[in-house]
């Protein structure tokens, strides 16, 4: 029988997608199309302890602040981790897009003061 600790001497590749960690909230008045956010490229190949790996599904970015964001912003961000496992360097820069819209407020047709 195998001993599973080879697992976490032997490396394996992964391809992950990239999930894209917003810290803040947009200023008021906007908000996050939530949907359309995204990064390029949209996955990674993650080289790893295969006992690490095997759970990952996707790599982290690092937060991402919008708090004084008003339009749609891409930004080169760093992926942070994958399963605990701490990427470095520049080759785990990835751009970042969050689009924003202004929400368009229903103003009553008439204000009393």
């Known amino acids: 029988m195998l001993d599973p600790s080879y697992k ?11 999930k894209v ?10 908000r996050i199309l939530a ?3 995204s990064t390029q490229p949209a996955q990674v190949i993650v080289i790893g302890p ?9 790599a ?8 004084e964001n008003t339009k749609t912003m891409t930004r080169k961000i760093p ?4 399963a605990g496992i701490h990427l470095a360097g520049t080759l785990y820069n990835v751009d970042v897009t969050v689009p924003l819209e202004k929400i368009e ?4 047709a008439t204000e009393a003061h």
Do not use: H
């Open 21 to 30: 960690r917003i810290a803040t909230a947009p200023p008021d008045g906007y």
């Open 79 to 82: 992926l942070e981790s994958v």
């Open 8 to 18: 976490l001497i032997k490396l394996t590749a992964k391809n992950l997608p990239i």
């Open 50 to 58: 295969e006992a690490l790996l095997e759970e990952a599904s996707t």
């Open 105 to 108: 407020e229903k103003k009553p």
């Open 60 to 67: 982290e970015t690092a937060l991402v602040d919008i708090s």
């Open 35 to 37: 949907d359309q956010v």
